[in-house]
């Protein structure tokens, strides 16, 4: 029974997973009108991705014009703005193909679907149309020019909207933003724009997510999640790209006082800037996904009468794709007692720790262990693997795949390795102090420790008063959530920052624990020792795979080999 148990909550963990992974089915062309449908846009993908199309190319200039033509029949006014590409933008372009240009001349695209009221703060949205160096760039960022045609079109099929909605289709962004600063620095309708939608890609597909807002996002926040049906992202994410010196055509337009929301999608990540990246490679799914969002997010702005006023940051957070949870700080702090509560009266009802500090210092020694031990493991690994080797960004994109993998083989081994300090045991000491730490340091990052606990915690409590062989299913069901939330959001991690810093995914192992010890109530140490180094040898070999393949045929043309 207790091993059927096991592999239920297993189970059920890969299933909410791939749920919570997986992006929507493309709808055809034969949907309604109103709404959006990949196979729709896919037609203007094909078209705009034939052939790359840098800026100051003829191919930028053809894929301009099908653009402003595409606006032209959705009936909106349509203007183009020029201007000269910098000298850090030169630089770029000279190291892209060999012969740094004496000049380029950039153009935005900005078209206007008039609302209702026009004297109300306008909806930007915005992608851009230029791509690097010998990439089609179906992904960045044709995926986000057709998501707002699409949109339009079928926001115009359904009827007017309250207040305009602005594209804005800029040029340049991948030789620094240059169109995007023009605009937010000197285009008079800059004034007018009270809410910005940008879409972007850094890979051929994958869920869209928000991961980026403007600060004190709590009504915006509120806003998303009543809009969006199937949303992604999360307050984590937004913290960690913060940190991260990564850019995109928002950056310049935070400085404004807007609402502003930035999706994109990061899946199939070898495909970022690659020649590979053709519209047969795009996954459609990932256009439906991100049109959806743009559609719907659109028209909730759109349709307002009045747009979200600032709202102090709320922890916010998909749950498998099905529906946002957000909170702002007090709730936060409530839940944390909560969850701190539930782990004290698991711990003071586990007669394998009751009455002995040893054993309960074994607990704590087990979550240390998997945190240290695994994220050293997880390091050495990656160095292994070539983390540390010269030039090899795009190489380690198309790796992420089997480094992921490896993470999560290390994991197991890890967990398989400690499992004579865990088994047995409920509640978790140090989850708790975790969490209060990121309450205390980054409370809109807390979730990512606090639900994993929270309902580990009811788990233990309520299978602690259900009679045998009822008590299975609270296990099942808090193993099942607790299982595929944290493999959800370490696979988001590692498709983000995980060729760079895996060793994040030891502390996602550690929360595994206190509901591990409530499934397994022991183990035989041999043989979780023998899994342990059949784990870790796989992991190991898949490292030097990585390390010893030939460059994968994706990696962007511009970029060096492997070192």
């Known amino acids: 029974m207790r ?19 997986t992006p929507p089915g493309a709808v055809g062309a034969n949907a309604p009108a109103a709404d959006f449908s990949a196979a729709r846009a896919m037609e203007d993908v094909r078209i705009i991705s034939a052939r790359p199309h840098v800026t100051g190319s003829p191919e930028n200039a053809v894929v301009r014009t099908h653009i402003i033509g595409r606006f032209e029949e959705l009936g909106m006014e349509v203007t183009a703005t020029q201007g000269q590409v910098p000298e850090r933008g030169l630089e770029k372009m000279g190291h892209w193909s060999g012969t740094r240009p004496d000049s380029l001349t950039f153009t935005n695209i900005i078209a206007t679907l008039p609302g209702r009221d026009r004297t109300k703060p306008a909806v930007l949205l915005m992608a851009h149309h230029d791509t690097v160096w010998n990439s089609p760039g179906a992904p960045d960022d044709t995926a986000g020019i057709v998501s707002i045609i699409e949109s339009l079109r079928a926001s115009s099929a359904q009827g007017q909207l309250e207040r305009d909605v602005v594209a804005l289709i800029t040029d340049a962004e991948e030789l620094g933003l240059v169109g995007a600063r023009q605009f937010f620095a000197e285009n008079p309708l800059r004034t007018r724009i009270g809410a910005i939608i940008n879409v972007e890609a850094r890979g051929g597909g994958g869920r869209t997510t928000l991961f980026q807002t403007s600060r004190n996002n709590g009504n915006a926040v509120k806003l998303y999640a009543n809009a969006v049906g ?12 913060e940190a991260l010196p ?14 502003a929301y930035n999706l994109s999608f990061i899946g199939r990540p070898g495909l970022y800037h690659s020649p590979k990246a053709t519209p047969d490679r795009l996954d459609q799914g990932s256009v439906q996904d991100m049109g959806q969002q743009t559609l719907e997010l659109m028209r909730a702005l759109g349709g307002a009468e009045t747009l979200p006023a600032a709202q102090p940051n709320r922890t916010f957070f998909d749950l498998f794709g099905l529906v946002v949870i957000h909170y702002g700080a007090v709730v936060g702090w409530l839940l944390l007692a909560l969850t701190a509560a539930l782990h004290i009266f698991a711990l003071r009802t586990n007669t394998q720790v009751l009455g002995n500090t040893n054993r309960l210092w074994r607990s704590v020694a087990a979550s240390l262990s998997v945190i240290i031990g695994g994220g050293g493991l997880l390091y050495a690994l990656n160095w292994l693997s070539g983390s540390t080797a010269p030039n090899a960004y795009y190489d380690r994109l198309a790796a992420t795949p089997m480094l992921e993998v490896q993470a999560l083989l290390i994991c197991i081994g890890i967990l398989a390795a400690t499992a004579p300090l ?19 340091l980054a409370p809109t990052t807390a979730f990512i420790v606090v639900f994993p606990l929270l309902i580990s915690g009811l788990a233990t409590v309520i299978a602690q008063f259900t009679p045998k062989p009822w008590d299975a299913a609270p296990k099942i069901i808090g193993g099942a959530l607790v299982g595929g939330f944290l493999l959800q959001y370490g696979h988001q991690l590692m498709q983000g920052v995980g060729p760079s810093i895996p060793s994040l995914t030891a502390l996602l192992a550690a929360l595994t624990l206190p509901l591990l010890g409530l499934l397994i109530p022991a183990v035989n140490a041999r043989k979780s020792l023998g899994l342990a180094i059949l784990c870790i040898f796989a992991a190991t070999a898949i490292a030097l795979f990585v390390r ?7 990696v962007a043309d511009y970029a060096s080999l492997k070192g």
């Open 548 to 554: 010893l393949d030939p460059v994968a045929d994706t």
């Open 3 to 21: 091993i059927l148990t096991f592999f239920a909550a297993l189970l059920g963990a890969f299933a909410l997973a791939i749920i919570g992974t």
């Open 422 to 440: 865990w088994a047995g045991r409920k509640g978790s000491v140090f989850g708790v102090v975790i969490a209060l730490a990121a309450q205390i």
């Open 230 to 241: 199937t949303p992604g992202g999360s307050s984590l994410a937004t913290f960690v790209y």
């Open 246 to 259: 990564n850019d995109t055509d928002l950056t310049p337009a935070l400085e404004m006082d807007v609402v």
